[in-house]
């Protein structure tokens, strides 16, 4: 009776066993897809990249002015980063990031060549990895605002306006860390009146950041939201 009971008692065990190992297994498989971008999901970064690249080359992507170009750029990184999620962000920050590169090495942005011929290095670093982070911490932060947002609506919105200001702040954070103490820059400063670092940024942004940022909160907001909704119905 007892050698049965103990016999019974391991075939359980050993079944139980088995059966952990096939949910561990079916777990894994699981965040082995979640991390991985699906096809449709890839497609719509490679249409996203397009709109990138097209708007490259016109005033909505880089508006040209004497000091830095005005840009919408960060609206579609936005809406990747938000509809599809951090990856997308990264990929099209990148392409953001390299058009912005090209731009400098075409001369086509007269500050961004001037950097180029500062130092052809730190100019990409103010232009390529800075757009990345960006891209991918746009996304991470409207997982965050998503869950906090009871309405589902206003997260969208508060994601482009957070593209906008991440792309100010690590754009200048990295111009200002690479370039501060060259004579282009100090000479640009001297114009303003030898601001500090801090004033510095909030008065040669100026303009660019008034427009920016509630563009890229109105537009990244509604185009986003449209999107994620009509995929959520699809779904």
Same mark, same amino acid.
């Given at each position: 009776?007892?050698?049965?009971?103990?016999?019974?008692?391991?075939?359980? %065990?050993?079944?139980?066993?088995?059966?952990?190992?096939?949910?561990?297994?079916?777990?894994?498989?699981?965040?082995?897809?979640?991390?991985?971008?699906?096809?449709?999901?890839?497609?719509?970064?490679?249409?996203?990249?397009?709109?990138?690249?097209?708007?490259?080359?016109?005033?909505?992507?880089?508006?040209?002015?004497?000091?830095?170009?005005?840009?919408?750029?960060?609206? *579609?990184? $936005?809406?990747? $980063?938000?509809?599809?999620? *951090?990856?997308?962000?990264?990929?099209?920050?990148?392409?953001?990031?390299?058009?912005?590169?090209?731009?400098?090495?075409?001369?086509? &942005?007269?500050?961004?060549?001037?950097?180029?011929?500062?130092? *052809?290095?730190?100019?990409?670093? #103010?232009?390529?990895?800075?757009?990345?982070?960006?891209?991918?911490?746009?996304?991470?932060?409207?997982? /965050?605002?998503?869950?906090?947002?009871?309405? =589902?609506?206003?997260?969208?919105?508060?994601?482009?306006?957070? $593209? $906008?200001?991440?792309?100010? #702040?690590?754009?200048?954070?990295? /111009?200002?860390?690479?370039?501060?103490?060259?004579?282009?820059?100090?000479?640009?400063? %001297?114009?303003?009146?030898?601001?500090? *670092?801090?004033?510095?940024?909030?008065?040669?942004?100026? /303009? =660019?950041?008034?427009?920016?940022?509630?563009? &890229?909160?109105? /537009?990244?907001?509604?185009? &986003?939201?449209?999107?994620?909704?009509?995929?959520?119905?699809?779904?």
């Amino acid at each position: 009776m007892e050698k049965n009971l103990e016999q019974g008692v391991v075939g359980l %065990e050993n079944q139980n066993t088995v059966s952990d190992v096939v949910a561990v297994g079916d777990t894994k498989e699981v965040a082995a897809k979640k991390t991985k971008l699906t096809t449709g999901e890839m497609t719509a970064i490679g249409l996203m990249m397009g709109v990138l690249l097209v708007m490259s080359f016109t005033p909505l992507g880089y508006f040209h002015t004497f000091g830095l170009d005005i840009s919408l750029m960060m609206i *579609p990184v $936005a809406i990747g $980063a938000m509809v599809i999620g *951090p990856k997308a962000g990264l990929l099209l920050g990148f392409v953001f990031g390299a058009t912005s590169f090209y731009q400098a090495l075409t001369g086509a &942005s007269a500050f961004s060549a001037m950097l180029m011929n500062i130092n *052809p290095f730190f100019t990409f670093l #103010v232009c390529i990895p800075t757009r990345m982070c960006m891209g991918w911490l746009t996304g991470k932060l409207f997982l /965050l605002y998503k869950k906090i947002d009871r309405t =589902n609506t206003v997260c969208y919105f508060a994601g482009g306006f957070t $593209a $906008a200001f991440l792309n100010t #702040v690590f754009f200048m954070g990295m /111009l200002l860390l690479c370039f501060w103490h060259t004579d282009f820059i100090q000479g640009i400063n %001297e114009s303003l009146g030898n601001l500090n *670092p801090l004033f510095f940024v909030g008065a040669f942004v100026g /303009l =660019n950041g008034l427009l920016e940022m509630p563009a &890229s909160c109105v /537009l990244g907001g509604i185009i &986003s939201k449209a999107l994620g909704k009509a995929i959520h119905k699809r779904r």
